[in-house]
């Protein structure tokens, strides 16, 4: 492997801000503003020391050189450790940068920081995912670290839902979940949003989670979504009867280093890059409101 | 062993410092300001302020610290190297630092290490060597003792030099108080300092007098742990105008920021100083901001300062040396916020 | 516990001058009847012996307003922020020099004429010593104001040294004048003290807070100084009252009012344009008029 990192001529500085050089493997348009890029580590040393690290939930600090970093959560498992994946939508510099470059392009790669989804507490337990429009990566690299583990785990439910057709993300991977039968896949989107020939439910998630009424003996309930589904979606989870040790988030903050010293991102007294992402629903209760 | 030094052989010691391989740094006037700076000639040095306008913060936590640098050559391929670490390990000497001052980047070093290191910070630090100067006067903005400090306090210093001042009341000499084995090596390693006592006591005795604490901030905490959707923060900072003057200026504020420099084929990558006060800090790229009124900034100031510090770390984020005080261009004193709040926490419930 | 920032020290002069007196009278009877929400004026700071701005809405304060040489704030820039515009209509006081900064937020609709009650106070200067910009200033009397306090006052005006400071520079080598600026400008920190205390910086989103692309870099490094500052001179040609608030800010001592001079003055040269005096006339940097001299078009 090509050793492309030129190293200082004199003392080696331990440097924590310092990226891992990746090569972009490949493009996946989602939807007109959303990709997903899969990554190579160009140093295996560095690849074997971050998945001897990674645990699903955890974030890390995605670059261009030349235009930023930015932080996103990892959107593939730790089940799968020849790549990385993230997925994300161009908002701001650095991601406008990234979605200009092509296959084989460098980019840098910090991580994987913060905490993460304890899956290893799940087993044997029904795994209810929960999540709309751009909020299913976080959640997406749980449902393939939980698939790729299927037998440790028991039903496994996934609710998604978008504003319209064109916005959900991961199309081809939701054809796939549909196909499998060890999983029960319910796709929704906005009323207004569907297309002719749609054949999944329309309406707002909160609503079709609602109408779905799956059972809270022993589940796991994961909720990604924008804040206004969230708002909707914690309610129809109590009267379902989930408790709030039952439920976790995911919370994105704005962020710089990811290593809890910029004192950027914390949330109340709580760092998101440290004590988050991944926020059970009892936590996240008793934080104020400043995300 | 008892040892002094006079003001008279300060330039004996900054020339053995050089001779030794260190920069030497200390306050010195620059136009109407008093900055830590590189210095040739001790008479240039201003030691009878209360404190130089600017800490010495820039010497550890640089305002502009490059952490890697990039270049991508014609066929698309990226290198990236480490800055070289001549600048970051030069030897200093930072000389007549206020013990408020001296503390601040130890304050700071329990962040610069959690859970790892930011050597650019470690590394800043390791390479100098902090003479404090401890303070005869303090003026109504100075609170050091309300958070722990002291006008002779050591924390943070590798030697400390308390004066004893003349029959005229200038300082002249100094009672040297070496504080870690780095000072005891430095004082082997230079000239200047003489055997013995100066010939007059210290004179400390009349500023621990006047700086009095004005408030516990343990108390302060209690009332903060409460205290988040108090009223209180509707209108007590309204006069706040969002400038970064108050976290730049001060030695335990740390927040920064990293942004690229440069275009596509080469440039670095660079951390800068930061404010948690500036409206675009908590921006979210979809335009969302959590703390987006100046009240909830500077909320958050008080909060990290005398709340979340203290519960991860142990010790508050302030050392009491007054700036944000001095230089607020609208007079808003941090201090007499937390006074103001230690007084309604010990207020008896229910007035 | 009235709503407003709270009191100091509770030293509050003991004499008051009659202008003083029918300042507090005017101000009670405004929060008395509702007419406004909050008064913005000048109070007993938290430091002894300085000013601060207070913002009262309890009309049982208003014995805090006060209004000396030590007044130097310029208060408008209070009528920037968002929580002061959500009030709707606010008094406030203000010298000459911060009524011009009023004038040019009124003509550039960063405010509301019906929404503000402006308290002018007849100023024969600040500081004391007293400030520069006060020997030359062109608004002893407010241009602008619903109450009137102190009798009015003709203005002292420009003299032979209002510009003598820039005609200083004009007269240096261009290596010279680099050097100057230079030195001043290397103590610079980026804490935007200068642009958060004017008036007139009012861009909500400021061009160096933007990064696509990122047009003035945000390092204090010799670039990012001498970017930003010179770029901020550039939006306020025309535009500044000089108040030199910003000199005040300015934590390392930066001297932005001779910047400020050099720009009224060019302005005042080239164009017979002094910014502020009404809220009617145009900038000339931000006005197109059919059959302008357009020889400098090549």
Known sequence: MEDTNLQSTTAVLDNIYRPSLMKLDRVTWETPDTTTFRFLFMDDSERRQFFSQYKVGQFGEYSTFGHGESPFCVASPPT?????????????????????????????????????????????????????????????????????????????????????????????????????????????????????DWKGRIGFVPTVLDQAAPSHENTIALVCGPPIMIKFTFPVLDKLGFSRQQVYTTLENRMKCGLGKCGRCNVGGTYVCKDGPVFRWDTLAQLPPEY | MAISIHANNFQTLFDSARDAGYRVIAPVRDHTVTLFK????????????????????????????????????????????????????????????????????????????????????????????VVAIACVEADDACFCTSVGQAPDGTEGADILLVPSSDETGAVQEYLVQPVTDKGSEFIKATKGWKEGNPSRAAACD?????????????????????????????????????????TYLCPTCHCFDIVDEGDLTCGSRVKNWDSCQMCQFTLHASGHNPRATQNERFRQRIMHKFKYYPQLFGVVLCTGCGRCQRSCPVDLALAKLVERIYQLACEPVGT | MSASNESTTGTATAETTKEVDALRKVARELLESGAVKMVIGYGEGYTQGKVMPIFLTDPEEVNRLIFDKRCVNNLATYLKKPEIRAMGKVA???????????????????????????????????????????????????????????????????????????????????????????????????????????????????????????????????????????????????????????????????????????????????????????????????????????????
């Open chain 1, 80 to 196: 799968r450790q020849e790549y990385i994946e993230c997925t994300f939508r161009a908002v701001g510099r650095n991601t406008k940068a990234m979605q200009g470059l092509n296959e084989g392009d460098t980019v840098g790669f910090r991580g994987p920081y913060g905490n993460w989804f304890p899956i290893e507490d799940w087993k044997g337990k029904n795994i209810l995912f929960i999540a709309g429009g751009i909020a299913l990566p976080p959640l997406r690299a749980v449902i393939w670290n939980v698939l790729d583990r299927r037998s440790e785990f028991a039903d496994v439910k996934i609710i998604y839902g978008a504003r319209t057709v064109s916005d959900l993300v991961y199309k081809n991977e939701l054809y796939e979940w549909e196909k499998r039968n060890d999983v029960d896949l319910v796709q929704t989107v906005d009323p207004g949003g569907e297309t002719p």
């Open chain 2, 38 to 129: 590189p210095v040739e000639k001790a008479d240039q040095i201003v030691l009878d302020e209360i404190l130089p306008t600017k800490s010495p913060k820039e010497y550890f936590l640089a305002e502009h610290e490059p952490i890697l640098t990039y270049c991508r050559d014609k066929s698309g391929k990226v290198s990236i190297a480490d800055p070289s670490l001549e600048e970051v390990m030069q030897p200093t000497l930072i000389f007549g630092v206020r013990p408020c001052d001296a503390a601040g980047p130890e304050i700071i070093r329990k962040v610069m290490t959690w859970d790892c290191d930011d050597q650019f910070f470690l590394r800043r630090r390791e390479a100098s060597v």
């Open chain 2, 206 to 246: 009349e500023v621990k007098e006047k700086l009095q604490k004005r408030f516990d901030p343990d108390r302060v905490r209690e009332w903060l742990d409460a205290g988040f959707d108090d009223p209180y923060w509707n209108t007590a900072t309204l006069s706040c105008i969002g400038c970064g003057t108050c």
């Open chain 3, 92 to 298: 406030i006081v203000v010298k000459g020099c911060d009524a011009r900064a009023i004038n040019v937020l009124l003509l550039e609709n960063q405010a509301r004429r019906e929404n503000l009650v402006i308290l002018g106070m007849v100023c024969e200067g600040v500081g004391d010593p007293a400030e520069e910009k006060c020997l030359s200033c062109l608004v002893n009397t407010p241009p602008v104001y619903d109450h009137l306090f102190g009798e009015k006052i003709p203005a002292r005006g420009w003299n032979e040294e209002t510009f003598a400071k820039v005609e200083e520079l004009d007269a240096m080598s261009p290596e010279e004048r680099w050097e100057f600026w230079r030195r001043h400008f290397d103590r610079c920190i980026k804490c935007y003290a200068c642009r958060q205390v004017c008036p007139i910086c009012t861009c909500t989103r400021c061009i160096t807070d933007k990064n696509q692309p990122q047009w003035v870099p945000t390092s204090p490094h010799p670039m990012g100084n001498y970017h930003w500052n010179l770029t901020r001179a550039f939006h306020l040609a025309g535009r500044c009252v000089s108040c030199n608030e910003c000199e005040r800010a300015c934590p390392v001592d930066i001297p932005l009012s001779i910047i400020n001079l050099a720009l009224v003055k060019a302005v005042h040269d080239q164009y017979g344009f002094i910014a502020g005096m009404n809220s009617e006339d145009s900038p000339p940097l931000a006005t197109y008029k059919e059959g302008e001299e357009q020889e400098f078009i090549k």
